[in-house]
Nanobody, 125 residues
Framework: QAQLVESGGGLVQAGGSLRLSCAAS????????MGWFRQAPGKEREFVAA????????NYADSVKGRFTISRDNAKKMVYRQMNSLKPEDTAVYYC??????????????????WGQGAQVTVSS
């Protein structure tokens, strides 16, 4: 089993920045792709970004490309998500998640089996 504990988030004005962290335990962290998803009020959960096990490959949703960055520190078992130039439409609960299978890179939400508790990000206009 894996446990993911999220920290960060909060309230920020449009144009501001926030950093989310995700601490992992219970799995060999360095073997798994990590995903980043969000769910806005009244909407379905959606993909934001993913980073592969070694950190040398990542993908982003078009809506956040150029503004958000996902990174990882395998020695610390941490995933970091830097969010810049935030917009009111970025308001959501943000989740980190770990992929089901070692050495596999996938962006499909159904491919992730353990999830953090979520971090609320609210962007005011």
């Amino acid at each position: 089993q894996a446990q993911l504990v999220e920290s960060g988030g909060g309230l920020v004005q449009a144009g501001g920045s926030l950093r989310l962290s995700c601490a992992a335990s219970g799995r060999t962290f360095s073997r798994y792709t990590m995903g980043w998803f969000r769910q806005a009020p009244g909407k379905e959960r959606e993909f934001v970004a993913a980073i592969n096990w070694s950190g040398d490959r990542s993908n982003y949703a078009d809506s956040v490309k150029g503004r958000f960055t996902i990174s990882r520190d395998n020695a610390k078992k941490m995933v970091y998500r830097q969010m810049n130039s935030l917009k009111p439409e970025d308001t959501a609960v943000y989740y980190c998640a770990t992929h089901t299978t070692v050495w596999v890179y996938s962006l499909s939400m159904n491919s992730y089996d353990y999830w953090g508790q979520g971090a609320q990000v609210t962007v005011s206009s």
